[in-house]
């Protein structure tokens, strides 16, 4: 069974750039047939998609966040990472990993304070 888990620090300052790591576990990120994917979800608010990797290489981001969004991938460690850069306040949010098969992260959750 494919698992996802979330790295990375709990408290980023403002302007700091975010970065997490997900690594998988019981599937690789190159050969299973899924777009490996962040998504993150504000207090009080819903789900938002921030952007995806594809097998290939590909990588997709949401157009409002595209301009601070960096996904890259480490394909000798079975992990990808997120960088998100300029952080504010607004940024705090509940950061999961997931594929598109299903598979999600417990989350983790990123505050941004100074």
């Known amino acids: 069974q494919v698992q996802l888990q979330e790295s990375g620090p709990g408290l980023v300052k403002p302007s700091q750039t975010l970065s997490l790591t997900c690594t998988v576990s019981?599937?690789?990120?190159?050969?299973?047939?899924?777009?490996w994917t962040w998504i993150r979800q504000p207090p009080g608010k819903g789900l938002e998609w921030m952007g995806a990797?594809?097998?290939?290489?590909?990588?997709y981001y949401s157009p409002s966040l595209k301009s601070r969004t960096s996904i890259s991938r480490d394909t000798s460690k079975n992990q990808f990472t997120l960088q998100l850069s300029s952080v504010t306040p607004e940024d705090t949010a509940v950061y999961y990993c997931?594929?598109?098969?299903?598979?999600w992260g417990q989350g983790t959750q990123v505050t941004v304070s100074s």
């Open positions: 990797i594809g097998v290939s290489g590909s990588i």
């Open positions: 019981g599937g690789s990120i190159t050969t299973n047939n899924a777009y």
């Open positions: 997931a594929s598109s098969t299903s598979y």
